[in-house]
């Protein structure tokens, strides 16, 4: 580690005069970091779906595909951001396979990088509830339970409120105050801030209007019968 390193400097991240202090540049490359990654999902949502056929054979495709989504929403929020939330002060100099991942995909957000307070409290939120959430909600699918679809919204609207207040909060920067968080390359800000949160904002929007549809058709047979059996 040199002395130039120690004081934060040189780094590629945007603002280029964030302070950055001990920063290591990664020594695994981006195919070999995005490959394994992907990897290492497909591997726990390949086992999940082999779990799941043996145990509930029966269960509809639209189950299983919510088990799926669910399963790695629980692995991501609770285990990588997990990761950010405890080791967030030592983010510029890690170099374990997570810590790289973060200062990968913080080329387009140096946030991370920096202990922001909205994307370290976001964060946290984010493991500590919606991680094991997550998973109870996988229980409950395959369960068959009815608080399947209560927590289901909680859920699902707890990640769309968190993306767009991650938005909100960058894009208020760059537009008031002048501080661009992402390097200038498209790619950063296409796939890695734009792409990788929407899904968090697509997915859960099906799931919150799937459960509130629900709900609101079994309150609506609730009061019919109620009324019913009233008049008799």
Not at 85 to 96: I, K, Y
Not at 146 to 169: E, F, K, N
Not at 195 to 215: A, C, G, K, Q, R
Request: a neutral charge; charged letters at 10%.
């Amino acid at each position: 580690m040199t002395n130039s390193t120690l004081a934060g400097l040189p780094h590629p991240y945007y603002p280029i005069e964030a302070q950055l202090v001990g920063y290591l540049a990664n020594d695994w490359s981006v195919p070999t970091l995005v490959g394994a990654f992907a990897a290492g999902w497909a591997g726990i949502l390949g086992v999940t779906l082999m779990i799941v056929s043996s145990l509930r054979p029966n269960l509809r495709t639209a189950d299983k595909l919510a088990v799926l989504w669910f399963i790695l929403s629980g692995a991501i929020h609770l285990f990588f951001e997990g990761y950010f939330v405890v080791n967030h002060t030592r983010m510029a100099p890690a170099q374990d396979f997570f810590g790289q991942l973060w200062k990968e995909y913080s080329l387009s957000d140096s946030r991370y990088l920096t202990s922001d307070p909205f994307v370290l409290c976001m964060e946290t939120i984010t493991a500590i509830c919606w991680g094991p959430l997550s998973f109870l909600l996988v229980y409950l699918i395959l369960s068959g339970s009815s608080l399947r679809h209560p927590l289901q919204i909680i859920v699902s609207l707890g990640q769309i409120y968190g993306d767009i207040l991650y938005y909100a909060t960058s894009m208020f920067d760059h537009y008031y105050n002048g501080l661009s968080y992402c390097r200038p390359e498209a790619y950063y800000f296409w796939c890695y801030y734009f792409f990788m949160n929407f899904i968090w904002i697509v997915i859960p929007s099906h799931y919150l209007w799937e459960s509130v549809s629900i709900t609101s058709r079994a309150i609506k047979s609730l009061d019919v019968t109620s009324k019913s059996r009233k008049t008799k």
